[in-house]
């Protein structure tokens, strides 16, 4: 059977006995500051372990709230403690609304400090405790009174934990830890911890810190204080890094792969504002928590200017001041900025919004994201398709995961652009070269480069091609490309002038004048002297030598069987000169064009007939 991974973390206010509990549990001390110690309270994040079962303790303090959320994030179940000679406190309403927001679905509540109270009371805190959590995802969760002291119903409580069953977390995508403490080890160096919410880390894997973009590798791997070879989604684990010192890394922080995500400082939110917070204005300073991460940010409302009312949801842009790394579906938790209270929290939608849409149609995309193919939507609304890298930068999703979503089509295996942007641009080619045609029918047809940088400006090189492929009317010739049913007719004079033209190349040999002065001999107008001469280069009657230097094919062929006959002979400039009868005028570009033409090989100051 295979073993889920399972993290607890408590939950509660200052001074309701989570550390104590958690010690009385595993038998660990999760205060390690030495200021903890000394005030008897905990400030920071404290990690301990029950066979395979991992603890996050956080502070209840109202000060340290910020160092809660960095380690509830990750937590599979809560363990929400409540003293019974106190019940029900601020912080407890607020870790509990904490707890709510980040989509928390099990959890276990301990009825601390039972050794000091009556049963009277006991009974008493029962109620209040199961009225408090009524209509939420702990309704049904068990209540349990315990004494850290006398270890009255610790045996309980480890049988409720060891109950629990949770859906483990995607071992398949590609890995993520938010870091949540970094410390270096004598002899090892930077070390950084935190719950592997995604993937599998291996020994000497590359790995990226986000967002500094610094990277090392994985040197040591621990999980439970035990070394491993591989840690998996769902784990409390170690990293011991190669190649960062440990003063680079901090809590915030995320180790993943290398040049996959990419970090984003807009992110698109569902948000839900608790029914006690104050109405959400828009532009209103906040701080936002996402994995272990706070940040400073700027709430932009993006439905209605109209505050958000308390109790209600609503779609939120996030302007953060600084980067992180957000893919869509994570879960984060927002506070006021003063006073610093948490106000409400929600999931990303999307951490890369277009710009420049109107509010109602921004709101109507967010919608349709909370419930839609998300990798459809966002090769739809793309100006020519996604690459695959793109999309899993964008969704956190992997390459494999990736197919070709319903009214899509996938070009040169990783390309994604929806049907209707596809056929939308053939049919754009389709009218461009209409009108080309019919205002140059002497072209054979448009040159690729043009119509691409006329339409198809940023788009990968490869796209027109594989658009083109796509459009049985429309062929690809060369560097030009033309509707299937365009073909050059010649009137009488201009066959003439074809004619012409062709003669006064043919005639010149190898030493032909100006592409200018032959044109000027043809006896029709200089453009459409240009569109013949084009006629005659496609259908290789011509050969182009140099920009502006081109020869009859049969002066080519001549040069071709001259130098057939010296194969293998070594020569220079002037050798070739009195073997052609030209000037050094026509050799040079010519030999140029042989070289290219692998007839010839340059070496140094000679050239040698291949």
Request: hydrophobic share 45%; proline share 4%.
């Amino acid at each position: 059977m295979l073993h889920i991974p399972l993290i607890v973390g408590t939950a509660g206010h200052i001074d309701h006995g989570k550390t104590s509990l958690v010690r009385a549990l595993t038998g660990i001390d999760t205060d390690r500051l030495e200021e903890e110690k000394r005030r008897g309270i905990s400030i920071d994040l404290g990690f301990a372990h029950l066979g395979e079962i991992s603890f996050v303790d956080v502070p209840g303090h109202e000060r340290f709230v910020k160092n809660m959320l960095a380690g509830a994030s990750g937590i599979d179940v809560v363990l929400l403690v409540i003293a019974a000679d106190e019940s029900i406190k601020p912080q407890t309403r607020e870790h509990f609304d904490i707890c709510r927001l980040l989509g928390i679905r099990r959890g276990i509540i301990a009825l601390t400090k039972a050794d000091l109270v009556d049963q009277d009371i006991l009974d008493l805190a029962r109620l209040e405790v199961e009225e408090f959590v009524q209509g939420s995802f702990l309704e049904s969760a068990p209540i349990i009174a315990v004494s850290a002291t006398t270890g009255a119903g610790l045996d309980k409580l480890r049988a409720a934990l060891d109950a629990v069953n949770v859906t483990g977390k995607d071992a398949s995508r590609h890995p993520r830890l938010p870091v949540d403490r970094s410390f270096s080890m004598r002899g090892h160096g930077a070390v950084v911890t935190g719950t592997l919410i995604a993937g599998t880390f291996a020994l000497h894997d590359e790995v990226e810190l986000y967002p500094s973009g610094k990277r090392a590798r994985i040197r040591g791997l621990q999980v439970h204080g035990k070394s491993v070879d591989r840690a998996r989604a769902g784990e409390r684990t170690a990293v011991n890094l190669a190649g960062v010192d440990s003063s680079e890394v901090h809590r915030g922080m995320t180790l993943a792969p290398p040049g996959i995500f990419r970090t984003t400082q807009q992110v698109d939110c569902v948000f839900d504002l608790l029914p006690g917070a104050h109405p959400l204005k828009h532009r209103a300073p906040v701080h936002f928590h996402a994995g272990t991460a706070e940040v400073e940010a700027q709430a932009r409302l993006l439905a209605s200017l109209e505050p958000v009312k308390p109790g209600t949801r609503a779609h939120v842009r996030f302007i953060l001041r600084e980067p992180l790394l957000l893919l869509p579906g994570d879960r984060f938790i927002v506070r006021m900025f003063s006073p610093v209270v948490t106000i409400g929290g929600g999931v990303v939608l999307d951490i890369e919004a277009p710009r420049r849409m109107r509010r109602a149609d921004l709101d109507r995309r967010l919608t349709q994201l909370e419930s839609g193919d998300r990798v459809a939507i966002l090769v739809a609304e793309s100006k020519f398709g996604m690459s695959v890298t793109d999309l899993v930068g964008r969704t956190g999703m992997r390459a494999t995961e990736i197919g070709e979503p319903a009214d899509s089509v996938r070009l040169a295996d990783s390309w994604l652009i929806a049907r209707k942007t596809l056929d939308a641009l053939i049919e754009k080619f389709r009218g461009i070269l209409k009108e080309f045609h019919r205002k140059s029918p002497l072209q054979p047809g448009l040159a690729k480069e043009e119509l691409r940088s006329r339409e198809l400006a940023g788009a990968p090189p490869f796209l027109l091609d594989a658009l083109i492929a796509r459009a049985k009317d429309i062929v690809s010739e060369g560097d030009v490309v033309r509707l299937a049913s365009h073909r050059v007719a010649l009137k009488q004079d201009e066959e003439e002038a074809v004619a012409k033209i062709e003669a006064l190349f043919r005639d010149a040999g190898l030493a032909v004048p100006s592409t200018p002065e032959v044109l000027a001999k043809s006896g029709v107008e200089p453009a459409r002297a240009r569109s013949l001469l084009q006629i005659l280069l496609k259908n290789r009657k011509l050969v182009r030598v140099g920009d502006d230097l081109i020869y009859h094919h049969a002066a080519i062929e001549s040069l071709r069987r001259l130098l057939a006959e010296r194969k293998g002979v070594r020569f220079a400039v002037t050798e070739f000169k009195d073997w052609t009868g030209i000037s050094r005028k026509y050799a040079i570009p010519l030999l140029e064009f042989l070289d290219r033409e692998r007839l010839t090989r340059r070496d140094g100051d000679s050239r040698i007939i291949i």
